[in-house]
């Protein structure tokens, strides 16, 4: 089993401080956990593997990302940096990248112009483009038989789907179809968030996370719903998910990074502890 990462992510909104990180439970009531240089610097020094930065409100608002702030956690850090919202054209990851960003995260953009993402991985390289996909389970399996269903948790029948704009519209397309047309367009990774999970500490999506890492050649960061350690150990055995990427357990001090790899390689999953 190859090395699993711990990522913790750093959702930002802007406001009169210049941006601060927030929390909430399915992208809604959001609560402020901080500044995002400090805990930035917090995680880095705690032997995080990687930081995903998400402007989270910057497509929604129709502007584009906050380069001062990840100019100054690139400053800070000396761990990979993702950083996504409001990118929508090869233009702007370029700013991104020059601002200390070493991956960037398309999301909304991506939907909107699937070929952006192919633009973006000729250019800058696949290693380079992350596409994120938030989803949302849907029931209504009768009316969509073109849909990939999957069986949950308690045997219920749903299909997953994909929704933009920090999850405020949803698409009508199907994750599973979604995901493998964004490898075929060369993205390096994909940014799996279940929005029925995200902010609840109920774990992972584990269906869809494990269906994708299934399916899918790239790795899968499997991204909501975090409470525990033992969270992130079934979402790497039962979901076969490469990444884990968490928010409130880390950012409101109930567990560090390293107590969440400490509790994974106790149960033999491969993680780097840094001394």
């Known amino acids: 089993m190859l090395t699993k990462r711990i990522i913790?992510?750093?959702?930002?909104?802007?406001?009169?401080?210049?941006?601060?990180?927030?929390?909430?439970?399915?992208?809604?009531?959001?609560?402020?956990?901080?500044?995002?240089?400090?805990?930035?610097?917090?995680?880095?020094?705690?032997?995080?593997?990687e930081l995903v930065f998400l402007d989270i409100t910057a497509s929604h608002e129709g502007r584009s990302t906050m380069i001062d702030v990840i100019e100054r956690t690139?400053?800070?850090v000396f761990i990979p940096l993702t950083v996504g919202g409001g990118i929508n054209s090869v233009e702007d990851v370029r700013q991104i990248l020059r601002a200390g960003a070493d991956k960037v995260s398309i999301n909304t953009a991506a939907v909107k112009n699937p070929v952006f993402i192919r633009e973006a991985s000729t250019i800058f390289g696949s290693q380079c483009i992350v596409t994120a996909i938030d989803c949302r389970r849907n029931l209504d399996v009768e009316n969509n038989q073109d849909k990939t269903i999957l069986e949950l948790e308690d045997g219920t029948l749903a299909w997953y789907?994909?929704?933009?704009?920090?999850?405020?519209?949803?698409?009508?397309?199907?994750?599973?179809?979604?995901?493998?047309?964004?490898?075929?367009?060369?993205?390096?990774?994909?940014?799996?968030?279940?929005?029925?999970?995200?902010?609840?500490?109920?774990?992972?999506?584990?269906?869809?996370?494990?269906?994708?890492?299934?399916?899918?050649?790239?790795?899968?960061?499997?991204?909501?719903?975090?409470?525990?350690?033992?969270?992130?150990?079934?979402?790497?055995?039962?979901?076969?998910?490469?990444?884990?990427l968490a928010a409130s357990i880390f950012h409101f001090g109930e567990y560090t990074v390293r107590d969440v790899k400490e509790a994974l390689k106790a149960k033999n999953i491969p993680v780097r502890l840094y001394s």
């Open 161 to 244: 789907e994909v929704v933009i704009y920090g999850g405020r519209e949803p698409t009508g397309l199907d994750t599973v179809q979604w995901a493998k047309k964004v490898e075929e367009l060369g993205s390096g990774e994909i940014l799996l968030t279940s929005m029925n999970r995200d902010g609840t500490y109920d774990g992972f999506d584990i269906p869809i996370t494990k269906k994708l890492s299934e399916e899918l050649d790239i790795p899968i960061i499997a991204s909501g719903g975090v409470g525990n350690p033992e969270h992130m150990y079934k979402g790497f055995v039962d979901g076969k998910a490469d990444a884990g």
């Open 8 to 49: 913790p992510c750093l959702d930002v909104t802007l406001d009169a401080a210049g941006g601060t990180v927030v929390k909430g439970v399915e992208f809604v009531d959001l609560k402020k956990a901080g500044d995002p240089v400090d805990l930035a610097k917090r995680y880095n020094e705690q032997g995080a593997d």
């Open 74 to 76: 690139a400053d800070e």
